[in-house]
């Protein structure tokens, strides 16, 4: 997908009044998510996105630990300047639904399997159970 293309759907979803804000949410939260990932399903997620962004999934820190939801939620917030932890919620489901569409429903399956229970609802793929 192309930059402009990808924060388009993020501005949409996200309800941004600008790119820069769909932009600055978009990269938050793929770093943190990139920290998350490991493997052959972060470099493919990252082939599938604008290569600015696939830089910033490919080059965080890893997490000692898996965030449970509410303290990705959190984590967010505290990179967002301003952002409350209802705003970071917003954020991470405005950027993650893009990020799901890209990613099809096979490497979805795959990423939520690397990911702790709950993030479903975040990249707008509610699981059964």
């Known amino acids: ?8 759907a993020v501005q949409e979803r996200g309800e941004y009044a600008s790119p820069a804000e769909a932009e600055r949410s978009a990269r938050v939260v793929l770093a943190l998510l990139g920290a998350h990932l490991v493997g052959g399903v972060r470099s493919e997620l990252a082939a599938r996105l604008p290569e600015a962004l696939a830089l910033v999934l490919l080059n965080p820190l890893q997490a000692h630990e898996p965030l449970a939801p509410e303290r990705f939620i959190r984590a967010t917030a505290a990179w967002i300047e301003g952002a409350t932890e209802k ?30 229970p709950g993030y479903d609802l975040f990249f707008g793929r509610p699981q059964p159970g």
């Open 87 to 116: 705003t970071a919620t917003w954020d991470v489901s405005a950027v993650l639904s893009v990020v799901a569409d890209l990613a099809g429903e096979d490497l979805m399956n795959r990423i939520l399997f690397q990911l702790p």
């Open 1 to 8: 997908m192309q930059w402009s293309a990808f924060l388009d």
